[in-house]
């Protein structure tokens, strides 16, 4: 992929890497003589086969995968503790999750579906992650690309993996499969291929390799994509943003003119919308002036989101303004998951990875990170001109005055990159401080 041009809006984020390890590791088998052999009865708790033929209700399960979204997003906020800007991509996380519960059963599996789809099994879950999947890489005038990568530990696990699982990974989640025995510069193979797959945004994200590290998961989002409408000159000029910690910060700043107006009692928004009108910048303001951006998302629930999304009326003509931003984001999101309810898949004693290979136990998921990063700046704005053209000739030909709302994003907001037919986030974020 082509690094973007300085008329792109860059929205790069999504390394999720889970690393899956041996419990008590040392103390079962000699790692160099492959002690580890494959269980014959290991088998996922659901055929994995009727993945590509299963049907599910996608009204219900987009509305799932946005509550998902939110649960997620708030308990990420919670446990990270700070007023810095946050940003986390719930589809990549729920990726490199679905690719671990592909090889997961029992509670393990139980607890990962319920994660993203509670009720629905699976066969249901996974239907649904693989054709968001081929949505995100079928996307239309912008840049927008879902990449997936395992590697296998040869020292502890060779051949003992069940094949099923990496044919059905690599069918499903078109993962690249790699059997190599770990060493000092696995990390920086991993490392580069995180890097090529988000245009070389994200350039680390593993520091070292645990030496009972079995098998490493990888997820990578890239989006990259230009404003269907262009901002004029006179619409981009500095002002200052209030950042969380009170003190004020000179920033360039986005002004325009649309039709889509958000509002309940807790925030108000606008929504600009990326080429080929698939994917949209979803701005949520909180009402309470008093409180940060993390505050607000910690309090900010799935209902919330969905009466937020409901409340759009297009009466007004509406005023709104972004400051430009840059941020890196990075966590661990170990307790996060667990706090969600899929706490099983961290322990031995209730781990059940015996789809991938061994039986109950064997295999535990150690650490779960997430990386990410975002820009918007100005050098792919200009299209906005035409939207304030086009929607001012519109209020004209009315005959009447129109009737105004403002929503300036001069203090910390929240936003989300939303898909537009379901307004389900794949990526969703804070902005405290510029």
């Known amino acids: 992929m082509e690094i973007c041009s300085k008329k792109d809006i860059k929205f790069i984020t999504g390394v999720m890497a889970a690393s899956m390890l041996l419990g008590g590791c040392t103390a079962k088998l000699n790692t160099h003589n492959h002690e580890l052999k494959e269980d014959p009865n290991a088998k996922t708790s659901f055929d994995l086969n009727e993945v590509k033929i299963t049907d599910y209700d996608k009204d219900e399960m987009d509305k799932l995968y946005r509550e998902y979204c939110f649960n997620i997003f708030s308990q990420t906020v919670k446990d990270y503790g700070s007023d ?51 949505r995100i890489n079928e996307a239309k005038e912008v840049e927008f690309n879902c990449a997936n990568a395992v590697w296998n530990n040869g020292l502890l696990l060779g051949d003992s993996v069940n094949m099923d699982y990496v044919e059905y990974i690599q069918d499903t989640f078109l993962a690249q499969y790699t059997v190599t025995d770990f060493n000092s510069k696995t990390p920086d193979e991993i490392n580069d291929w995180i890097d090529e797959h988000t245009d070389h945004m994200i350039k ?136 969600l309810g899929a706490d099983s898949i961290f322990s031995p004693d209730t781990a059940d990875f015996s789809g991938v290979a061994g039986k109950p136990g064997d295999i535990v998921v150690s650490k779960i990170i997430h990386k990410t990063h975002i820009e918007v700046d100005r050098e792919g704005t200009r299209a906005a001109a035409a939207t304030v053209v086009m929607e001012t000739c519109g209020c004209v030909m009315e005959e009447e005055t129109p009737e105004y709302r403002y929503v300036e994003c001069d203090r910390p907001f929240a936003y989300a990159i939303v898909d537009v037919e379901t307004m389900a986030p794949v990526f969703i974020g804070t902005v405290n401080a510029v």
């Open 84 to 134: 810095e800007n946050v940003m986390i991509s719930p589809a990549s996380i729920m990726m490199a999750l679905d690719m671990v519960a592909a090889g997961a059963k029992g509670e393990s599996l139980d607890q990962l579906t319920n994660l993203f789809a509670a009720g629905q099994g699976p066969l249901t879950q996974q239907a649904y992650a693989s054709a968001l999947m081929d």
């Open 204 to 339: 680390k994200a593993v520091d070292t390799l645990d030496p009972d590290t079995v098998m490493v998961l990888v997820n990578a989002i890239c989006f990259e994509g230009e404003w269907a409408e262009e901002y004029s000159d006179y619409a981009v000029n500095e002002s200052f943003f209030t950042n969380a910690d009170g003190s004020s910060k000179e920033a360039m700043f986005l002004h325009d003119n649309t039709s889509a107006y958000y509002e309940t009692d807790k925030a108000t928004g606008f929504i600009k919308y990326y080429k080929g009108n698939q994917y949209a910048f979803l701005a949520i303001l909180p009402t309470d002036e008093s409180i940060n951006a993390n505050e607000f998302a910690m309090n900010f629930t799935a209902e919330d989101y969905e009466e937020f999304i409901n409340s759009v009326s297009y009466d007004y003509e509406v005023i709104s303004k972004m400051p430009e931003f840059e941020s890196d984001f990075d966590i661990t999101l170990n307790n996060t998951i667990a706090e």
